[in-house]
């Protein structure tokens, strides 16, 4: 299947810093990229996707790039706050692959007052 | 985006027991998803629930050991067969309205064998 490496597995940061998590994939046929934010005990929640139409997406403090020659997605989180602390994962979708999504390890972001 | 409830929320089970989780959607969903994450690790797709006919499986998972059911399109439970410590995880139910439609999970059910 898809690989999907994401990096760093830990970031810390300080409230009001920007945080920026890569991912990288190797197969041309992903067309669909969204992040999720996933706080203890509850289950992923979509914070931000990006088609592979598109080079970049933003919402409020949140944004997405996606560089599709160089086959990397990155999200970019500005002015951090204590409650952006959470493990986010990456995820693709192939344009054939019915719906699945294949998901990278996670990174724990932890963001210090 | 579609409220899903998954139940139970945890349990606790005895080995070599089976425990049934069930997903309920407050709106139709053509796609259904039942993923397994392992202790501090990522999401790992178990199968696709489809309505009507038998679920589809990913590599590694069968359906001998996790039956799935789709009665209709709000609706999905999978089941844990004999289980063993290793199947210790959160067991997560996802949907999307279409396969091209952005996918949404529910707060998963936290299962520990003892």
């Known amino acids: 299947g898809e690989n999907v490496e994401q990096h760093p597995s830990t970031l810390s940061v300080q409230e009001g810093d920007s945080a920026v998590i890569k991912c990288t994939y190797s197969?041309?046929?992903?067309?669909?990229f969204p992040w999720y934010k996933q706080e203890l005990g509850k289950g992923p929640q979509l914070i931000i996707d990006?088609?592979?139409?598109?080079g970049e997406k933003k919402d409020q403090r949140i944004a997405v790039t996606l560089n599709k020659t160089a086959k990397h997605f990155s999200l970019h989180i500005t002015e951090t706050q204590p409650e952006d602390s959470a493990v986010y994962f990456c995820a693709l979708r192939r344009i054939d692959s019915w719906g699945k999504l294949q998901f990278g390890a996670g990174t724990q972001v932890v963001v210090t007052p | 985006s579609a409220v899903i409830s998954q139940k139970p929320s945890r349990d606790i089970c005895q080995r070599g027991t089976s425990l049934t989780i069930q997903c309920q959607v407050d709106s139709q969903v053509t796609m259904m998803f039942w993923y397994r994450q392992q202790p501090g690790q990522s999401l790992t797709l178990i199968a696709t629930a489809n309505q009507g006919s038998e679920a589809t499986y990913e590599s590694g998972f069968v359906i001998d050991k996790f039956p799935i059911s789709r009665p209709n399109l709000t609706f999905s439970t999978l089941t844990v067969s004999n289980m063993s410590p290793e199947d210790s995880s959160i067991y997560l139910c996802s949907v999307s309205g279409t396969e091209n439609q952005p996918q949404h999970f529910g707060d998963g059910t936290r299962l520990s064998i003892l």
């Open positions: 990006i088609r592979s139409n598109v």
């Open positions: 197969d041309s046929a992903s067309n669909y």
